[in-house]
């Protein structure tokens, strides 16, 4: 099946920076993404999508950019915080299912 | 709403023992999933259904685990016998429109097989 790589599977930033992570994907059919953000002892939750008719969009304190030519996604969190602490999934469909791979995720720990 | 209930929410059992998983999808949601958990590889689809009816099981590791749903407000995931192997966090999540959208995430089992 179709598989998506995180590029750097652990993040650190310092509180107050802007944080970057980056996911390729291989399904050049996708045309709909999500970034879920689970948190210590809890399920992955939806933080923002984008649709492949899109290069952008914005969130609050949160943009992701879309290079449908590269296959390449990335989700900016503005003033990272320690509750942006978190393990982030950029899942994508399988091809021909209706069900997301979404693999081992990048964890990002904001130092104070 | 209160979201997608999961029990137990931990689990401890010895080898060899039935584990039985449970889940309480949103109410109008006709899509559930359950994924498995584990720090080596990470989140796993082990099956999913679409109103009731299993759709793709491809993910289910063996025959030792099943899975059912037999109306639109319950499913359970059962493991039988229970290995070591098999200790991890068991989401299901629930989907209005299909797991390429949004899906809506439990709060996990955490299995302990000893």
């Known amino acids: 099946g179709e598989s998506v790589g995180l590029h750097l599977p652990t993040l650190s930033v310092q509180e107050g920076d802007n944080s970057i992570i980056n996911c390729a994907y291989s399904?050049?059919?996708?045309?709909?993404f999500i970034w879920y953000k689970q948190e210590s002892g809890k399920g992955p939750q939806f933080i923002i999508d984008?649709?492949?008719?899109?290069d952008k969009r914005q969130g609050q304190r949160v943009t992701v950019l879309l290079n449908k030519t590269v296959k390449h996604l990335s989700l900016q969190i503005a003033a990272t915080q320690p509750g942006d602490s978190a393990v982030y999934f950029c899942?994508?469909?399988?091809?021909?299912?209706?069900?997301?791979?979404f693999g081992t995720g990048t964890r990002l720990t904001v130092i104070p | 709403d209160a979201g997608v209930i999961q029990s137990p929410r931990h689990e401890v059992t010895e080898m060899g023992q039935e584990v039985t998983l449970r889940c309480k999808p949103i109410?109008?949601?006709?899509?559930l999933f359950w994924y498995r958990q584990t720090m080596m590889r990470g989140l796993e689809l082990l099956i999913y259904?679409?109103?009731?009816?299993?759709?793709?099981d491809s993910g289910m590791p063996e025959d030792r685990f099943s899975a059912k749903m037999p109306n639109a407000s319950f499913s359970t995931l059962k493991i039988q016998p229970s290995e070591p192997r098999d200790s991890a966090v068991y989401f299901c999540?629930?989907?209005?429109?299909?797991?390429?959208?949004?899906?809506?995430f439990g709060p996990g089992t955490r299995l302990t097989v000893l």
């Open positions: 999540a629930s989907s209005p429109r299909g797991g390429a959208y949004e899906q809506f």
């Open positions: 399904n050049s059919a996708s045309d709909y």
């Open positions: 984008i649709r492949s008719n899109m």
């Open positions: 899942p994508t469909p399988q091809t021909g299912a209706n069900n997301l791979f």
């Open positions: 109410s109008g949601h006709d899509y």
């Open positions: 259904f679409n109103n009731n009816v299993p759709i793709d």
